[in-house]
């Protein structure tokens, strides 16, 4: 499902928002959740899962074309973990 298809699925199930204000909503979460995890917080949405951000030190690669040994940067790289409940949902067991 993309951002857009969401936006149309929670406007048809709630025809008392307006398509605008549904936008706004969906934009405002995912925003905040990408400014809590650029600041290096967790988000947790109980039953769903957990956003986190994990960090990978500098390495040293291989570049898969060449061969050549390449120095792979630090970064932190976003992490999602499943919650329970959704783990259950999506094998059946609820």
Known sequence: M???ELIIYIAERNPH???RDVERIVAT???EISTALTVGDRVE???FGAFSVKHRGFRIGR???T????QVE???IPYFKTGKELRERL???R
């Open 91 to 93: 094998n059946g067991k």
């Open 45 to 47: 949405l109980r039953g």
């Open 29 to 31: 979460i995912f925003d």
């Open 2 to 4: 993309t951002k857009s």
């Open 17 to 19: 928002l307006f398509h």
């Open 74 to 76: 630090e970064k932190r």
């Open 67 to 70: 061969g050549e040994m390449v």
């Open 63 to 65: 570049n898969p074309r």
